[in-house]
């Protein structure tokens, strides 16, 4: 039935090599009671996963029924290990949520697609347990627990039980009746092979096999020799044909509603995720036009705040010149803005100019811009990386700067330039902040800048003395208009422009690039509140994919016992895969519900038109469907290639 050829098994621990098994070679025939004894750390363990196929041998040979099994592939073992071999684990290893009859039935989801609780509940009262069939493990005994374990491992009528320290967790006289157990089931003819370091449980066995180091010691037999056993009875019996695998998913999927139901608060939460972004989908396919002119609003008014004053050309002879001392603006003026003209919110002055940025052996070719502490949330600049500087570092002209992405590509690549020095035109200043990314408009690339205070620019950079333009928030969009008129009289009567040229002294725009945006948003929305949706519905798949992947850690031991007991890889990918699908589908149909909710909502109370479409529903359903699927299949994955012996000692 059993025999083995020079088997040898190591392990690397770490930088060392543990050799487990050292050319063992053993026979066990049909209805022998062996027991396998040694000190810790001898072998027998793993001699007796090697048996068990939960491992398999580095070399040598392992027949099972006349079969050579030793290099099988996973699923191959996995089929032979719950056709032929039952397990008595020390541990007991019952999921701990569910009753004793389940527990027991568990294997048959592999062998016969479906759970048969009658015959869980036969064998249960076979072992003394008739009347805990419905109790869960934490209700019972520890003998009452390894007595469960013993029918679980009986319920696919195998031909070998591996016992490994069956009573190794018991108290005296729950350890005689396990063995009383055990006898009994090996005078039916069932081979067991037993795992023990204790001398009275090992005399229990006909045979008893002591390991030391990786090998047999001694082989000796205490009692009669088995009976011969038929051809019938030591051949695995074969497995039932695919066409059950409907009935296979349908208890996955019953199994898989019991797994999420224990950890109730965690999957709603996972769901959530999923919630947000059907709902997202169904309600901004129905509000997109109401959406959208919502958004274009808050464009204008955010946009038509930033006001931009330059000073004008001086008209001599009817051909324009450069701006005079009249016009030129300073940073007075900026001071005088801020008092004098009502509606104003903030105002900051910026001086530009063209710059060699050098650090270490690169230099670029930059922009660089002078301004106040203000440009930081006037024009949505503050650092992501780093720290703007401030108005006293301004007034002591601190060689200090911020730089932009492309300044940080070119002459950093992926170093953190905060806090190193570099060159701006041959002077030296230090990089305090990583200005956010911005993009490039039309031919401008405003990622190409450095941004250092005004004083510094001007008196110890660029050498100018007046500012080039002065950027105006206005207090909203009302004070427009006001503050455009209220600026151009304040700075004419600052300047004392003469009649003559007050006309052209000075300019003031809207931003252009806050008018472009608002001219493309009304044909870019659509596609934003989609994405929107779509980025909703990406979180809820990361949701999905981190509860499963705790829900792999959590249940590491739980796949492994189920791959002991005959699980094959697909199964448990079945398994997993099957739960996810289950939270996704289960947060989208309580998506669409909430996005239906919340378009009617808004279509009573705010008056918008809005119309819920079969087509959306349906997108939002799929869409839920393909999440689930598509953000499962890593932990699912995960957990099938599980290895069984590995997970089965997980704490």
């Known amino acids: 039935m059993i025999e083995l050829r020079d088997i040898h098994k190591t392990y690397r621990m770490g930088d060392s090599t543990v050799y487990a098994l050292r050319g063992v070679t053993l026979r066990i025939e049909p209805g022998e009671f062996v027991a396998i004894t040694g000190p810790s750390g001898s072998g027998k363990s793993t001699l007796m996963h090697v048996i068990g196929l939960l491992d398999v041998p580095d070399s040598g040979s392992y027949r099972l029924f006349g079969k050579e099994v030793a290099h099988l592939e996973e699923d191959d073992l996995a089929v032979l290990r719950r056709e032929a071999i039952g397990f008595i684990f020390q541990q007991f290893n019952l999921l701990p949520r569910v009753d004793a009859d389940e527990n027991v039935a568990m294997p048959l989801i592999y062998s016969r697609h479906r759970l048969d609780l009658a015959r869980a509940d036969a064998l249960l009262a076979q072992v003394g347990l008739k009347e805990r069939v419905h109790h869960k493990p934490n209700e019972l005994s520890g003998g009452q627990q390894q007595r469960v374990a013993i029918a679980r491992a009986l319920v696919n009528e195998p031909r070998i039980i591996l016992a490994d320290e069956p009573t190794g967790n018991l108290d005296t006289a729950s350890q005689q009746e396990i063995l009383a157990v055990l006898r009994e089931l090996n005078r039916r003819g069932i081979t067991i092979v037993m795992v023990t370091h204790e001398e009275e449980v090992a005399r229990e066995a006909r045979r008893r096999i002591r ?367 099957v739960e996810a699908v289950v939270v996704s589908l289960t947060g989208g149909l309580a998506g669409i519900a909430s996005g239906w909710a919340v378009t009617e909502t808004l279509s009573k109370f705010a008056g918008w038109t809005t119309s819920v479409s079969v087509g959306a529903v349906a997108l939002a359903f799929f869409f839920s469907a393909g999440i689930g699927i598509v953000f499962g299949i890593y932990p699912a994955r995960k957990a099938a290639r599980l290895n069984p012996i590995e997970a089965l000692r997980y704490e």
Do not use: C
Not at 439 to 456: E, H, Y
Not at 535 to 554: C, D, F, K
């Open 211 to 577: 390991i030391r180091d990786g090998m047999v010691q001694s082989d000796e037999r205490t009692g009669a020799e088995p009976p011969a056993a038929t051809a019938a009875k030591t051949s695995p019996r074969a497995s039932l044909p695919e066409r059950w695998r409907l009935g296979e998913i349908g208890e996955h999927l019953r199994q898989g509603m019991r797994a999420l139901s224990t950890n109730k608060v965690r999957t709603a939460l996972s769901m959530l995720g999923i919630l947000i972004g059907v709902a997202a989908v169904v309600a901004m396919l129905a509000l997109g036009r109401g959406a959208q002119q919502a958004i274009e609003a808050q464009l204008a008014s955010l946009g038509s705040n930033m006001l931009m004053l330059r000073p004008g050309a001086v008209m001599v002879g009817g051909v324009a010149q450069e701006a005079g001392a009249t016009s030129r603006l300073t940073i007075e003026d900026v001071i005088n803005l801020r008092e004098h003209v009502p509606g104003i919110k903030e105002a900051a002055p910026n001086v530009t100019g063209r710059v060699r940025a050098t650090f270490a052996n690169k230099n670029w070719n930059t922009l660089v811009r002078g301004t106040a502490p203000a440009y930081a949330y006037m024009r949505a600049s503050n650092p992501q990386i780093g720290r703007f500087f401030t108005e006293e570092e301004n007034q002591r002209r601190a060689r200090v700067a911020l730089v932009g992405l492309t300044v940080v590509r070119e002459l950093f690549g992926d170093q953190n330039p905060v806090g190193e020095m570099i060159k701006l035109n041959k002077v030296n200043f230090q990089v305090i902040g990583v200005l956010p990314a911005k993009g490039a408009t039309g031919f401008q690339d405003q990622d190409d800048v450095v941004v250092i205070p005004v004083l510094t620019a001007m008196h110890r950079l660029l050498g100018k003395e007046y500012v080039d333009y002065i950027d105006i928030e206005a207090a909203s969009p009302a004070d427009l208009q006001p503050v455009t008129d209220a600026t151009i009289k304040v700075m004419i009567a600052h300047h004392k422009v003469p009649p003559s040229q007050q006309q052209d002294a000075f300019q003031i725009r809207n931003l252009a690039d806050i008018q472009s945006a608002l001219t493309e948003s009304s044909r870019t929305m659509s596609v934003l509140l989609s994405v929107i949706a779509a980025i909703s519905l990406l979180v809820g798949g990361i949701g999905i994919m981190n509860i499963m992947l705790v829900s792999v850690t959590e249940r590491t031991r739980e796949v492994g016992l189920r791959k002991a007991v005959g699980a094959r890889r697909r199964d448990i990918l079945w398994q997993f895969l």
